[in-house]
């Protein structure tokens, strides 16, 4: 089955079969790099192989940067354009200051596609919130596309994003056109905006708050920070979604990717594997536990 045309998600692969491939990496050329808001880029890349790169929403990939390191980012592209695979990276550390270097033409590894996705097709018929801030668009951005891709299979559709201020708003184009629809209510709210701003201001807690959903008929989809995590949680709590219908995607140092070194371990799980996306119930009570 074509990724392209198909109404259900084609097989994530690409990763390889056994641990041994999986810890090979394919060689991937950066083919046009986007500066989004300050101090974040995004990447599209094309395999050298020519060979297309199957994955699911919410899934993730070891980049390497060549004789410097190694990190875990998110996938935040098309899963149904599975020849462009795509990344966008803040740059914090070694190994991400050094890739927001690189310039289109450049070549890096890439191992994946890893780590359990956002639940689709079993959320079919359900009322959809998604919930996130400045850069935790990223891992949501491929099942936002996916869910606007199979619009007729889901109820309302509703899109709350916070962001710091106004000049940092993600992939602030596509926002416009996900609200521009007629069939997606997207609610964009800053925490602090110059004088006159017309926009939203405040929490995205808030903005959850005033969304237009039947709570008990919704899925909801929230990254990124754990400190965005639980006022978005407890928001959804009152409008009816219980934890066992909420989805949220962590964050622990990588270094396999694949189960086999113990890195990301979050409590009973490995997040690698077990993760990143989890469904809330299964994991409120390590959250109570600091530096688990
Ligand atoms: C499943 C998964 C998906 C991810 N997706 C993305 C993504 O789509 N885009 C993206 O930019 N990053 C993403 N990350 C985070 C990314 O892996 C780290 O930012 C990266 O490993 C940092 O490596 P470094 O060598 O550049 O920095 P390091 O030298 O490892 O760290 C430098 C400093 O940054 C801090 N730091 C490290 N990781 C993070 C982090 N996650 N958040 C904030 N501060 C951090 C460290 O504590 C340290 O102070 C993801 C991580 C995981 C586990
Ligand atoms: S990163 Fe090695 S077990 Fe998860």
């Known amino acids: 089955m074509s990724a392209m045309d198909g109404s259900s998600i084609a097989p994530a692969g690409g990763g390889g079969g056994g641990p041994v491939d999986q810890m090979i990496p394919r060689t991937f050329r950066i083919t046009r790099?986007?500066?989004?808001?300050?101090?974040?880029?995004?990447?599209?890349?094309e395999a050298e192989d020519g060979q297309p790169f199957a994955f699911r929403p919410g899934q993730?990939?070891?980049?390497?940067?060549f004789g410097v390191g190694e990190v875990a980012i998110s996938i935040s592209g098309n899963c149904r354009q599975p020849e462009k695979l795509v990344h966008t990276i803040r740059p914090v550390g070694s190994v991400t200051k050094a890739m927001a270097e690189l310039k289109a033409g450049a070549t890096i590894g890439v191992r994946g596609p890893f780590g359990r996705g956002w639940p689709v097709e079993p959320i079919f018929g359900s009322d959809v919130i998604f919930v996130t801030g400045t850069v935790g668009l990223a891992p949501l951005r491929p099942l936002i596309y996916e869910v606007l891709h199979q619009r007729d299979k889901f109820g309302k559709v509703v899109i709350c994003y916070g962001s710091r201020g106004t000049s940092d708003i993600l992939y602030?184009?596509?926002?416009?056109?996900w609200r521009g629809r007629f069939d997606t209510n997207v609610h964009v709210t800053c925490h602090s905006a110059p004088a006159g701003y017309r926009g939203r201001i405040g929490s995205v807690a808030a903005a959850v708050k005033i969304a237009r959903i039947d709570g008990e008929n919704t899925?909801?989809?929230?990254?990124?920070?754990?400190?965005?995590t639980r006022p978005a949680v407890n928001a959804l709590r009152e409008k009816g979604v219980t934890s066992d219908r909420v989805w949220v995607t962590l964050e622990r140092n990588m270094k396999c990717g694949i189960g086999l070194c113990g890195h990301c371990q979050f409590g009973p799980t490995f997040m690698c594997k077990d993760g990143p996306v989890y469904r809330f119930d299964e994991i409120e009570h390590l959250f109570a536990v600091r530096e688990i």
């Open 33 to 45: 790099v986007i500066r989004e808001v300050a101090g974040v880029f995004t990447w599209h890349l």
């Open 60 to 65: 993730f990939n070891m980049l390497y940067l």
């Open 172 to 177: 602030e184009d596509e926002l416009h056109q």
């Open 219 to 228: 899925q909801a989809f929230v990254c990124r920070s754990e400190s965005l």
